[in-house]
């Protein structure tokens, strides 16, 4: 394999980057992972947290550990369990680390509020449940810096682009995509998405404007699934087969993208390669789904473009895995990425280091990275603003902050659906959401039995405008209590 990369002998920090899995007490074990077949990475991480989704018998789960709490998982340890089908894709949000999205075989999209110190009992009630897709949701991914963003795309060819903070659907990409959606990613601060699609184009999109802005048709020709990733720089780095079933990596210039910028054949495995990319250092990552290795890059502005640098390899192939964000890593130790792979059984840290004599901090390693501050508020970017991701410095470690509670204020409450469904909402708004379902509950019992009787249409029209004013009282006091937590929260600061 390194022939293919094979020159002078190139200088770089990264050379020398060594992988180690942890000790066996370290790893999270007698864990069921989930043995549903889709091609996502089943693994989530933050500073605080590490999600694997599990097999569970009759609907979908998730397991939220927190990271010291390695060792033996107990059968009896609670899920996040409200899935009535597998679930397929998890995300944590960049911006609270108490808050995760799902998205699952039974249609729906689910956030969830995990409690400060980890479940102490199952958790089944979402925060908000997200409907909009027909058919099963294989990707969730949150906006890399505005408040409440989230994109989720289905088997139904559809990305939805979602609003959390009230629980709307506000931008639907129906005719972009005419086959499976492999790959969703967004740029550095959110303005643009590239998808790898089933039809072997790889698109980027402004979702904001609903356009493609550049595609590239048979960018790899194998029928394999591909997976497609923004650089920092908007370059763009997909991995795929080629017509001969050769595992491919390519780089790309939207601006320009025709002609790669380069490709590489690596061997004739048949995995999924997922890449997972450091912005700070531009290394990028390769973890093929049942392969025993993790593969490494580093991309630069000179000729070839894609480096190798290393493999790290075991005996065990992967089933899934999960990257933890720049903060939560150790900077004592030199630290500069780290994976939580799955087996059939057990999650397994593995921890990237670059050797260094001194104890200092090695700023060269650790350039300010994105905290976890969003620049924007939901609103704001659905509107049109951009906002690049607010760095912080991690000298002296970092240091998690106070998470705020999601909350949820639904805008559109009267929607038609049954009234059980109307209590999606956060735990500060139980009293606001069974009003709602008084009106929905008197819409389809009252208001069926007058159509069946057709001399009462002088109480239909009384009851229609009892229910308007109810609608309008409701969506005054919606606004009273939005109002009211603003103050609350500026005071809580």
Known sequence: MSHMFRRVVRQSKFRHVFGQAVKNDQCYDDIRVSRVTWDSSFCAVNPKFVAIIIEASGGGAFLVLPLHKTGRIDKSYPTVCGHTGPVLD??????????????????????????????????????????????????????????????????????????????????????????????????????????????????????????????????????????????????????????????????WNPQNIEEPISVHEMDTSNGVLLPFYDPDTNIVYLCGKGDSSIRYFEITDEAPYVHYLNTFSTKEPQRGMGYMAKRGLDVNKCEIARFYKLHERKCEPIIMTVPRKSDLFQDDLYPDTAGPDCALEAEEWFEGKNGDPILISLKHGYVPGKNRDLKVVKKNILENKPAKKTEHTAPAHKQVSSTPSIVSTLMETALPSCFRDAPHEAKLDEILKEVKSLRDLIGSQEKRIAKLEEQMSKIAI
């Open 90 to 251: 998890i995300d944590w949000c960049p911006h609270n680390d108490q808050v995760i999205a799902s998205g699952s075989e039974d249609c729906t999209v689910m956030v969830w509020q995990i409690p400060e110190n980890g479940l102490t009992s199952s958790l089944s009630e979402p925060v908000v449940v997200l409907e909009g897709h027909s058919k099963r949701v294989g990707i969730v991914t949150w906006h890399p810096t505005a408040r409440n963003v989230l994109l989720s795309a289905g088997c139904d060819n559809l990305i939805i682009i979602w609003n959390v903070g009230t629980g709307e659907a506000l931008i639907n990409l129906e005719d972009v995509h005419p086959d499976v959606i492999y790959s969703v990613c967004w740029n550095r601060n959110g303005s643009l998405i590239c998808t790898a699609c089933k039809d072997k184009k790889v698109r980027v999109i402004d979702p904001r404007k609903e356009e493609v802005i550049a595609e590239k048709d048979k960018a790899h020709e194998g029928a394999r699934p591909m997976r497609a990733i923004f650089l920092a720089d908007g370059n763009i780095f997909t991995t795929g087969f080629s017509r001969m079933s050769e595992r491919q990596l390519a780089l």
